[in-house]
């Protein structure tokens, strides 16, 4: 029986994954045509998706990405950024922070909520998402969604 239960797991799993569909003593399994990660994406991409918790923290994030901004000098020091958000991440339970891109939102609505544009908003932008153009899509929807 125990391999059988780790068989139907194995399948079910890679039926999951690769959208195939299967039937096992007459019951039907299948995937919907929507990705993993497309699902993913559309979870984080929506705001009214987003959990109290994790609300919580990006309004953290926001919060102290404008006091940081407001508070620096032209030449920030974005390793002490970082160490800041990383120490929100680890008091709010949020692992692997800097693969999130709930966190690059807040960033983003704390460049809004700091009224930062043009240039320096562009200069942050880079800066902050280290260069990755996921992460600095996450903060302009972030910036965008801030009121």
């Not at 929506?46 to 000098?73: C, F, L, R």
């Amino acid at each position: 029986m125990r391999l059988y239960s780790g068989y139907l797991k194995h399948t079910l799993l890679y039926s999951a994954l690769f959208g195939l569909s299967i039937t096992i003593n007459g019951c039907s399994f299948s995937d919907s045509s929507k990705s993993i990660s497309d699902s993913t994406s559309s979870i984080v991409s929506s705001p009214s998706s987003i959990s109290g918790k994790n609300k919580k923290y990006q309004n953290e994030v926001a919060d102290y990405t404008m006091a940081y901004v407001k508070s620096s000098q032209p030449s920030a020091d974005y390793n002490t950024f970082l160490k800041g958000i990383s120490e929100i991440a680890a008091k709010e339970g949020v692992t692997n922070w800097d693969q999130d891109l709930l966190t690059y939102m807040g960033i983003g609505k704390g460049l809004k909520k700091a009224d930062v544009e043009g240039i320096a908003y562009e200069t942050y932008k880079k800066n902050f998402a280290e260069g990755d153009s996921k992460k600095m899509e996450a903060i302009e929807d972030g910036y965008d969604s801030a009121k």
